[in-house]
């Protein structure tokens, strides 16, 4: 098993821009996150999804969309792109269990 | 308002220098406790899950434990290769966990 995969790996964008981040997980797991990681701060919730076709906000949702069409995919998509979206960006997934598995990140920078 | 507090945010110790690492939190209806360890330019990866108080987890040089207001993360006898960033995050309630913002720990030989 890959376990959670995320592209691309580091992106630089222009303010006004758009962008989509993948993610991808192969371990069936219905529950999938999006969090973003700032220096010297805790990883804050974007968006989660419970199961393909359900969505809900987070703690830091404003900026962003996902949408989950299957179990596997659950991408973020950023809009008119600012720069207080440079960041790093972290998929995860989860089964019953509350054992959250994170992918590699993606490394985010907006100029 | 945190809820979730880490200390110390950075800690140095020598090869073999025992110590822990405190993780304290404010929500009501604890759920669950999350140690995980996130290497540089890294995803975290899961290190241990504790539920109630007094409940203790070991794995390797790692032993955690949760009392009702804080759980500790003790290092015995640390290698440098236990250099990373360790970090908690509760389960309060519904579907979402809330992150500290970790402690870095260096271990020289």
């Known amino acids: 098993n890959a376990g959670v995969t995320q592209t691309p790996k580091f992106r630089i964008l222009k303010i006004g821009q758009s962008m989509t981040l993948q993610c991808a997980q192969d371990?069936?797991?219905?529950?999938m996150y999006w969090y973003r990681q700032d220096p010297g701060m805790g990883l804050k919730l974007i968006y989660y999804?419970?199961?393909?076709?359900?969505?809900d906000k987070g703690e830091v949702p404003n900026g962003y969309n996902v949408s989950r069409s299957t179990t596997e995919d659950f991408p973020l998509r950023l809009e008119l792109a600012a720069p207080s979206q440079t960041s790093v960006y972290f998929c995860?997934?989860?089964?019953?269990?509350?054992?959250?598995?994170f992918g590699p990140g993606t490394r985010l920078t907006v100029t | 308002e945190d809820q979730v507090t880490q200390s110390p945010e950075a800690l140095r110790l020598q090869e073999g220098e025992s110590s822990s690492l405190n993780c304290s939190y404010t929500?009501?209806?604890?759920?669950?406790l999350f140690w995980y360890r996130q290497d540089p330019g890294k995803g975290p990866e899961f290190l241990f899950t504790?539920?109630?108080a007094g409940e203790e987890k070991e794995k390797e040089r790692l032993k955690a434990t949760l009392t009702k207001k804080e759980s500790f993360l003790h290092i015995t006898a640390p290698k440098p290769e236990d250099s990373t960033t360790y970090l908690c995050?509760?389960?309060?309630?519904?579907?979402?966990?809330?992150f500290g913002a970790g402690t870095i720990l260096r271990v020289k030989s």
């Open positions: 995860a997934s989860r089964e019953d269990t509350y054992e959250q598995y």
């Open positions: 371990m069936n797991h219905n529950y």
């Open positions: 999804s419970v199961g393909a076709g359900i969505t």
């Open positions: 929500v009501s209806g604890l759920r669950g």
């Open positions: 504790l539920y109630s």
């Open positions: 995050a509760v389960w309060e309630y519904g579907n979402k966990l809330v």
